[in-house]
């Protein structure tokens, strides 16, 4: 590299690592991040520094807190460009930390990280399902589900719960 741009470099860094040790307070209101149902949060680079630790923690490779700083900050420079108005959603913030560990050689990292996303997808996936069947079963006893009030010839009974809950079952099948 030339010493001018190696130079213009040290100097963005150290800026940056400012913003990040000031707590991102003017980045902050330049980002807001998608959550998954829906809610905009204040983008937090902390949360994107903390996953990526967990992942180097996880595959017990060396690491330091510049090492973790600079990863992140490529991180945000990554998902740039899929930012709209300003707003980023967290699986495309995901997807850059992915895309930044393969990219910098930390292959082992970058497939920990991976891991722990599906993991994480997979618990997102069964709390929902749990909640579902409470809902299933409130909505049978509460005589919300129009199966209960039309079949006159059933009663709240353990057959009956099944015949509501049969019905949603199907639908939920069929959706996927």
């Known amino acids: 590299m030339k010493p001018d741009i190696v130079?213009?470099?040290a100097i963005c860094y150290n800026w940056i690592r400012t913003l990040v040790r000031m707590g991102m307070k003017g980045v902050r209101n330049m980002i807001s991040v998608i959550k998954r149902d829906g809610e905009v949060a204040d983008f937090n680079l902390g949360k994107i520094t903390?996953?990526?630790k967990k992942a180097f923690k996880a595959t017990k490779n060396d690491y330091n807190q510049e090492i973790l700083e600079l990863l992140s900050l490529r991180v945000t420079a990554d998902f740039q460009s899929k930012m709209t108005d300003g707003k980023v959603s967290v699986e495309q913030i995901q997807d850059s930390v992915e895309h930044v560990l393969?990219?910098?050689g930390y292959t082992e990292v970058a497939k920990a990280y991976i891991l722990y996303r599906k993991q994480?997808?997979?618990i997102r996936n069964m709390k929902a399902t749990i909640l579902d069947y409470k809902d299933v079963v409130n909505s049978y006893v509460q005589v919300e589900d129009?199966?209960?009030?039309e079949n006159s010839t059933v009663t709240y009974s353990v057959g009956g719960l099944i015949?509501?809950?049969s019905g949603r079952g199907n639908r939920q099948l069929l959706a996927l």
């Not at 129009?146 to 009030?149: C, D, I, L, Y």
């Open 102 to 104: 393969e990219q910098t």
């Open 7 to 9: 130079f213009y470099y």
């Open 50 to 52: 903390n996953a990526i």
């Open 146 to 149: 129009w199966r209960v009030k």
């Open 163 to 165: 015949l509501s809950n």
């Open 120 to 122: 994480r997808e997979k």
